[in-house]
């Protein structure tokens, strides 16, 4: 009992301590900026001063001001002359100002609904003071930044006040700080840009109305847009879950050569920039395309909804590839190899024993794509053509109409089938009807098709592996093409324009990249490891938050991060950390659930024995859990850095003149028909990307414990 009184005691004392302090900082800083404003005013007002009253409002059309004369005379600003006769210290102005001294009055005046500085200010003529000029001065943007120094010593008085209260009385303060951290980045950074985005959306100026959403709901372009999302989102969800479940059953199920090409094939465009495949499209089957135009001279117009449902599969079949991967690979293949033994043939065990136990991640890989395919930026702003979908829409509707109000509507309207979709896919995945593995699995698996379907399902495989091959390959040709469509002659002059013009943007893009892939790698692991191995309130709603992000398309979240962190107290747009913030926030959820994935499948004893020893959780986290989850990390590192290097819809609201993204500059040159350098660009960001993302994966090998050997 002493010593708790003890710790309350403590905890006071070094409370009113640090109040006195920051309350001097704050002071100190306050006063710093008010001299500064004021000593910039009053320049300003000298100049005001200076000039002949009946060319004030020509030269200065932005200071209000009223003039009397100690002959009488005064200016007809009777409504200014009112409010400032009403300061207390207007007798006082007067007298310095006939003095030939300028000053300016302790209290602000209100006009025409703004904060003004009301300065006295001389009126000379030959020599002699014959009157006073009180001017007003905007004190707008001082009060608010007097406002905002007010409100950030708060916050820090506040925040210390927990971290200590934490520190003192707190069993494990270490975790207690982590979930008050976890707690805050959601509410900062998730929660705080969707409620400024909605209120946006019902307040456009500055009092509540429905006429926003009105206009959203009933104009006929916009739910248009809206259909079209869907019906892209569809259509590629279903080719893409095809093509995928193709792809994995043929690297799991059977025995065709070349596997390493065909799941490498697989997997590179999930590393690869979203324009490069829709700029090979262009380039092949475009108005000036290297195939319909120069080899079979056709008129196909690959602007429209089947040139983006190309482009989208085939950058987006590798997510039900992986997903129907780990799937099929997890299926146990006794039970096929039971059927065939009791006679069933090859069609009828794939029909009623493999397919129906894959349904689950069909129906995941389809809903994952959807959820993709609604929410992409990149194809459809350069393949969209007059197919208009919501995204570009509401992108066009910011940057092209300046409606910050309707672009936030329409992007939260996106929201609906996003957020759908990805809850969907959550509820699927964590049934438990379709589990087989009860055991260590079997170590081989009996190949289902026939000798005739194999090589059906080879040559379909292969050929779309070659196709993307075509695509990539000419992506690189590109580079080297003066003027593709008109000139093929050879050049080197792409690679040297490019590189000179895009390596700032370059540059940038890698910079920001490296900055946010530790960041988000390491508090990813942290946030899988409280939610697996601690108990504590709001655990549930922490878990929502974190994985909220990756259901919000990405115009939404930089629509809302604009409107968000374009005021105090957070003034962020324009700075590279919100460019960091968002690739965080973003692959955030893909870290934490493959943390908690492994995690999940490590003895929480082996932590038990290491506190018994006397190991703090830090060290614990350090030193045992860290290494133990070593591939989940290494792997969101790796999917950081790829989003963060290939991002498109959130930063292209975030960039700036100081900060700027290589995928901008493609498709720049893209818009610009300057094929060759966005070729030569794309061809540099799948350089750098494959290199950091094989020099990643070198400290991870696939565990031997799924390995499989297929027998005929």
Known sequence: MEERNWKIIKFIAVIVVVFAV????????????????????????????????????????????????????????????????????????????????????????????????????????????????????????????????????????????????????????????AIIITFAVALTFVVYPLYEAVKLTFARTGNFTFDVWKTV?????????????????????????????????????????????????????????????????????????????????????????????????????????????????????????????????????????????????????????????????????????????????????????????????????????????????????????????TGKPSGRIVEIVSPGVKKMLSIVVYVIAIFLVALYSTIFMGCFVKNWGVDYSFTLSNIVEALQRGKDALLDTTILAAIAMPIAGVFAMVVAFLFVRKKFPGKKLLQGLVLLPFSIPGTLIGISYVIAFNKPPLILVGTAAIIVINYIIRELPVGVEGGVATLKQIDPSIEEAAQNLGANPQTVFSTIILPLIRPAFISSLSYTFVRAMTAVSAVVFLVSAQWYHITLQIYNFSENLRFGLASVLSSVLIIIILTVFGLLRLFVRKSEYLEKTIIS
Do not use: C
């Open 22 to 177: 920051l309350f001097w900082v704050r002071t100190t800083i306050r006063n710093e900026f008010s001299r500064l404003s004021r000593e910039n005013s009053l320049e300003l007002a000298r100049s005001v001063a200076s000039v002949d009253p009946d060319l004030l409002n020509e030269k200065f059309p932005e200071i209000y001001y009223y003039i009397s004369y100690f002959d009488g005379r005064e200016n007809e600003n009777a409504k200014v002359s009112q409010l400032l006769k009403k300061l207390p210290d207007y007798e006082y102005g007067q007298e310095n100002a006939m003095y030939e001294e300028f000053y300016i009055s302790n209290q602000t005046v209100k006009f025409n609904g703004k904060e003004y500085f009301a300065i006295f200010a001389p009126i000379d003529k030959d020599y002699e003071v014959i009157g006073v000029m009180v001017q007003l001065h905007d004190a707008e943007n001082t009060l608010k930044l007097l406002r905002t120094i007010d409100i950030m010593f708060l916050i820090v008085f506040a925040l210390f006040i927990i971290a200590f209260a934490i520190g003192t009385f707190s069993i494990d303060p270490v975790t207690t700080y």
């Open 217 to 437: 709901l009933t104009e006929t372009s916009y739910l248009k847009s809206f259909g079209n999302s869907i019906l892209l989102g569809a259509l590629t969800a279903t080719v893409s879950t095809v093509i995928g479940f193709l792809f994995a059953f043929v690297v799991t199920r059977t025995t065709i050569k070349g596997k390493k090409f065909v799941s490498l094939m697989a997997n590179l465009p999930m590393i690869s920039p979203p324009f490069s495949l829709t700029l090979s499209l262009i380039l092949l089957f475009g108005s000036n395309g290297l195939i319909t135009k120069q080899l079979l001279n056709l008129k196909w117009d690959i602007y429209g909804l089947d040139g983006l449902v190309i482009s989208q599969t085939m950058g987006m079949f590798p997510i039900a590839y992986l997903t129907m991967l780990g799937v099929l690979e997890s299926i146990d293949s006794t039970l096929e190899e039971a059927s065939m033994n009791l006679g069933a043939s090859r069609w009828k065990v794939f029909r009623t024993v493999t397919l129906p136990l894959a349904t689950p991640g069909l129906l995941s890989s389809w809903l994952l794509v959807f959820t993709n395919s609604i929410a992409d930026f990149a194809n459809p702003l350069m393949l969209g053509g007059k197919f208009n979908v919501l995204s570009v829409t509401a992108y066009l509707e910011v940057t092209g109409m300046n409606r910050l109000d309707r672009g936030a509507a329409l992007s939260l309207l996106l929201l609906l089938p996003t957020m759908t979709a990805f809850y969907l896919q959550r509820y699927i995945v964590n049934k438990k009807s379709y589990v087989t593995v």
